[in-house]
């Protein structure tokens, strides 16, 4: 349990730094036009979206245990080996050597909902509600590292432990978000190359990692399984 919650912490500060680009846009918008940084109001963006995915990673979950339920081992199964390869395909889109699927749909998304607009409108008044909310609606949006992290959220097949691995996920993505008006200013384009690059290597082996052991790991539980029906059908028919 404990290794999975730091997985995806690590995953979250990790992924976050590609978050700069279009969340991080969103927040430096909401800050850069206040005369001072309002960190309440920050920390109240950021207790939202780490809220939406606590809820995304609740729901999953349910769902994913339901499917144990029903035999549905070896679908969980592709599942977590299918989050490893996002995180990979993650991991090559944020050092730059893959393009996001997801980059021009999500912006679409993002200005069809009106969130540039909403962002304007809060820097003009400090509303706790109205600064969470656009927390909550921004961890809604499509995200391929979002995504990675909820399929493994899934996978888990436990509403709770998926709910706490998805908050993890999020307060590893808080770092690189409260501090990207600043860090934004202070990076070259050089340093941060050379950093998403870094981070972009250490998902891929993370990913791979991940495929590796939830693979291994969802194989065991339907050894298990199949162990379990075999020693009741044989009690049966001593039993009888």
Not at 218 to 229: A, L, R
Request: aromatic residues 8%; hydrophobic residues 55%; positive net charge.
């Amino acid at each position: 349990m404990l290794e999975s919650l730091l997985l995806m912490f690590s995953i979250g500060i990790l992924g976050s730094l590609h978050c700069m680009g279009m969340c991080g846009g969103l927040v430096a918008a909401l800050c850069m036009s206040r005369p001072k940084v309002w960190w309440t109001g920050l920390v109240a963006y950021q207790a939202g979206r780490v809220a939406s995915y606590s809820i995304l990673g609740l729901l999953l979950g349910l769902f994913g245990s339901l499917l144990t339920v029903v035999g549905g081992w070896p679908v969980l199964r592709g599942l977590a080996i299918f989050a490893g390869l996002l995180m990979v395909v993650f991991g090559l889109n944020l050092a730059g050597w893959l393009p996001d699927p997801l980059r021009r749909f999500s912006a679409l998304l993002s200005e069809r909902i009106g969130l540039a607009a909403i962002a304007r409108s809060l820097v003009q008044r400090s509303s706790l509600p109205g600064w969470i909310t656009m927390g909550f609606v921004n961890g809604l949006l499509p995200c391929g590292l979002v995504y990675a992290a909820l399929t493994m959220a899934l996978a888990s097949a436990s509403g709770g432990m998926a709910m706490l691995m998805m908050f993890s996920f999020g307060l590893g993505t808080v770092p690189s978000m409260m501090f990207a008006p600043s860090m934004l200013r202070k990076f070259t384009p050089e340093l941060r190359g050379w950093i998403l690059r870094v981070a972009g290597v250490i998902l891929v082996l993370l990913g791979v990692m991940t495929m590796l052991r939830d693979g291994v790991m969802h194989s065991h539980n339907m050894k298990d399984e199949m162990s379990h029906h075999s020693t009741m059908s044989d009690m049966s028919h001593v039993t009888e």
